[in-house]
């Protein structure tokens, strides 16, 4: 991208953030293959913009493979991590981070990320080729004290028993969760399984075509990454995701989970070329995780109980709703 539109770009989110009231703060994000292979052009991009005062706060941030760090640009990340968010990817263990990113585990500086950015998650991505590896590596990554926030990857080939092995994967993460209570837990086991008993409209799941625009080099705009034509290999249609409404797929109004599972409205479009039709991976996968975290919910009060502790009126919601999904969905544990 040119730096002209980059700046012009942040002019504009600033426009329409001034006289926005719900609008606390912008974020941008600079998004790559490997971003750092135009480091000067995002540090021109934000010494610019830090050079005067803006109308609302505001952060950079973006997400790296950590491999193309120099000592200049860590003097410089350190001197500006208050201002500019370095989110790392990696993959878990060294083989599975060799596996997924091409050996590229021993060119990054762990302590460098641990120490300069102590609050980021490091972003995780599990495939089928290193699903088995899933539980080593997030335990790994916590004992060395990171935050660890895995997802797991889209556009490859998951068949069943890979998708059985991600099961059993979350499985020994939720054992190691129950023996070690006082870790961060990734998200998997931090939902909150009474939304199953909301009522009300269904709400949009993030903030696609919403509260967050992405743009192209040429600076078109795009409700998320996952929309780019390059990305998607779709040609985008200015209506595909309209500014308000739950893009919620009709058959997935009656289901149980339907609250507390999170479509991607890109990934849906990338596999049916329509944001609201779920993906059918995403469907077994959202399942999986789902019960594994009731499991958890159950595991956990039952050993809270067994120590004497009451469970306060929020505790007992969750356990209620953790029983009631595993009730309905006993036989697909
Ligand atoms: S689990 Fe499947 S059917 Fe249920 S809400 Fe999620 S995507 Fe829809």
């Known amino acids: 991208m040119r730096i002209n539109i980059a700046k ?4 504009n989110e600033f426009l329409q953030a001034k006289d926005t009231d719900n609008i606390d703060e912008v ?7 490997e971003p750092f292979i135009k480091f000067n052009l995002m540090r021109e991009v934000m010494e610019w913009c830090w050079a005067k005062p803006r109308p609302k706060p505001y952060l950079f941030s973006v997400t790296t493979n950590g491999t193309l760090l120099n000592t200049e640009m860590k ?3 350190q001197k500006n991590a208050s201002k500019f968010k370095v989110v790392l990817s990696c ?3 060294f083989q599975a981070q060799n596996v997924n990113r091409s050996n590229s585990a021993d060119r990054i500086d762990y302590q460098f990320f641990l120490t300069t950015f102590p609050e980021q998650a490091v972003k995780m991505t599990v495939s089928p080729s290193s699903v088995h590896l899933f539980s080593k590596g997030v335990i790994e990554l916590i004992e060395k004290g990171f935050n660890v926030s895995p997802s797991w990857a889209y556009g490859v080939n998951w068949g069943k028993h890979h998708i059985y092995e991600y099961k059993k994967q979350l499985m020994l993460i939720a054992k190691y969760f129950l023996q070690h209570p006082d870790v961060r837990k990734i998200s998997v086991f931090e939902k909150r399984l009474s939304a199953i008993y909301d009522i009300g409209d269904f709400m949009r799941m993030c903030g696609t075509g919403g509260m967050m625009t ?10 998320c990454h996952l929309f780019l034509p390059f990305v998607s290999q779709r040609e985008y249609q200015a209506n595909l995701i309209p500014p308000h409404g739950s893009l919620i797929d009709t058959r997935c109004v009656d289901c149980q989970l339907a609250r507390i599972c999170q479509p991607c409205y890109g990934f849906n479009n990338m596999e049916n070329g329509n944001p609201t039709i779920r ?6 996968m959202s399942q999986c995780e789902i019960l594994v975290a009731a ?14 502790k009451v469970l306060c009126p ?9 029983l009631d999904i595993l009730d309905f969905n006993a036989k697909s544990l």
Request: hydrophobic share 40%.
């Open 279 to 284: 993906s059918s991976l995403f469907c077994l």
């Open 314 to 322: 929020s505790e007992k919601l969750e356990l209620k709703a953790a």
């Open 27 to 33: 974020e941008f994000d600079f998004l790559g293959g």
């Open 295 to 308: 499991w958890f919910v159950c595991k956990r009060a039952e050993c809270e109980i067994a120590s004497g």
């Open 91 to 93: 993959d878990g263990i």
């Open 214 to 223: 992405t743009y192209d080099v040429d600076g078109r705009a795009y409700p």
């Open 8 to 11: 012009e770009i942040i002019r």
């Open 75 to 77: 003097k410089w990340l």
